[in-house]
């Protein structure tokens, strides 16, 4: 009996992996969509600012919906926004595997941030329908909401919701630079489903698979056109106020003054200096944001809200660089006289990526010819989220210079279809029963 059902697996597996082998991947037309998307966009061209539910976001949204139903996936939304594209497998009750990414951009930034792993993750689910795959598990396709941080101070919004990291009533404490609250914000963007109802139950994802553009230069360097990933740094941003007094630029003399925006110039000196005291590369600390009041040239900056962007791979030495600020910040406020106030917006776990999922990708590289090297992602991805409730991992792929965050983002067609059919591969494997030997 044994050898007939050996046999079975055999020509089932042996069928498939011919089926697989024939998968294309139509790299034109993810290009296309790319450069389709890119122009949802805010800023003048090469630069993408695409804001959380701006007239320009929720345009880009809906081309995203629609190329999800033109896949042929069933398509929802949650309370926060995300959106699910789902492809109902032969077994619809286990419970899927998942990929995806964001489309929302920060200021002046790239066109493949995010929207590699959403439009590439719609080619993938062609691709494999193109071939007759058919997945026991389904196969869900995710567009989370705000990854970036820029409209509310946090980022991975979505997947913080979804995953029951972030409780409805902290999501209504949330407001933008205008003082409009996310509650308030969401509502006008049409989505008024019960937040109760946005955080899923661990498990409720079999895994999820994350593609995205490196923000490196590690596998250009290496010139290798895969990255998987191993784990994602610990991420922390603080809000600092400092509270001076401010007056006539010319009329008030140097001694006494409390001029705030001097004491935040002590501050970014000192954000800079705690990434160095852990003497680890892998820390890193940035000032990217500062208001100035009253931001006139004669006046004395009198209050100044800065936000502070602190990561590591580890999450000792990066609690040691916010606990540096902290000290650093009292002992400026004493001598200059500021009332300083820190908020800690998030100070998050790294995530560590599922050993059998890296097992599956390294085979499914092979399969493919694909050289790979394994790595830390130094930004984080709402992969480090949807780790609390699924083994994750994420497939990188070289970008220009590393180049991320900026308009000269670039990854090639070539990088993009290699990306894209490793995914395809990875998803063909883990939504099916059959061993992916
Ligand atoms: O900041 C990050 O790491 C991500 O790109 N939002
Ligand atoms: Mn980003
Ligand atoms: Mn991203």
């Not at 998968?23 to 296309?32: F, G, K, M, S, Y």
């Not at 919906?65 to 789902?86: H, S, T, Y």
């Not at 963007?189 to 590690?218: C, M, S, T, W």
Request: proline share 6%.
């Amino acid at each position: 009996m044994g050898k007939v059902v050996h046999d079975f697996w055999h020509v089932v597996l042996e069928s498939w992996e011919m089926t697989l082998a024939n998968l294309q991947i139509d790299q034109d037309r993810v290009v296309e969509e790319l450069e389709k998307l890119a122009t949802f966009s805010d800023a003048p061209e090469p630069a993408v600012t695409r804001i959380l539910f701006s007239p320009t976001e929720l345009a880009a949204r809906a081309y995203i919906r629609q190329l999800m139903r033109d896949a042929g996936l069933a398509v929802r939304e949650d309370g926060v926004g995300n959106i699910f594209g789902r492809w109902t497998g032969a077994q619809p009750d286990l419970p899927p595997v998942s990929t995806g990414s964001h489309i929302d951009a920060i200021p002046f930034s790239g066109r493949f941030d995010g929207t590699v792993g959403v439009l590439g993750g719609v080619e993938a689910v062609r691709a494999l329908k193109q071939v007759g795959f058919q997945p026991e598990r389904s196969i869900e396709l995710i567009m989370f909401t705000s990854e970036e941080p820029t409209r509310f101070g946090l980022g991975c919004l979505g997947s913080r919701a979804l995953t029951g990291s972030l409780a409805p009533d902290q999501l209504a404490e949330l407001q933008d630079d205008k003082g409009r609250s996310f509650v308030e914000v969401r509502n006008s963007a049409g989505y008024q489903q019960n937040l109760n109802e946005v955080a899923i139950k661990p498990g409720a994802y079999d895994a999820f698979i994350e593609l995205h553009i490196e923000q490196g230069p590690r596998l250009e360097q290496a010139n290798l056109p895969i990255g998987l990933v191993t784990s994602i740094a610990a991420p922390a941003t603080m809000r600092v106020t400092l509270e001076g007094e401010g007056g006539h630029a010319g009329a008030v003399l140097m001694p006494g003054r409390r001029d705030a925006l001097a004491a935040a110039s002590e501050l970014i000196l000192a954000v800079e200096q705690a990434a160095f005291s852990t003497g680890r590369r892998d820390s890193v600390a940035t000032v990217g944001l500062m208001q100035i009041h009253p931001g006139a040239v004669n006046s004395i900056p009198s209050h100044i809200v800065m936000e502070i962007d602190i990561r590591d791979t580890a999450q000792a030495p990066r609690d040691s660089m916010v606990a540096f600020i902290q000290a650093a910040l009292e002992k400026i406020g004493k001598k200059r006289q500021i009332e300083a106030s820190i908020e800690i917006l998030n100070a998050d776990p790294p995530s560590q990526s599922g050993a059998d999922l890296l097992k599956v990708m390294r085979k499914a590289c092979d399969k493919l010819h694909l050289e790979y090297m394994e790595l830390v992602s130094r930004a984080y991805h709402d992969t480090l989220f949807m780790s609390k409730i699924c083994p994750t991992a994420m497939i990188f792929i070289p970008c220009k210079n590393g180049y991320s965050h900026r308009p000269e983002e670039y990854a090639s067609p070539l990088q993009i279809q290699r990306g894209v059919r490793l995914l395809a591969q990875t998803l063909a494997d883990i939504s099916s029963n059959y061993p992916a030997n």
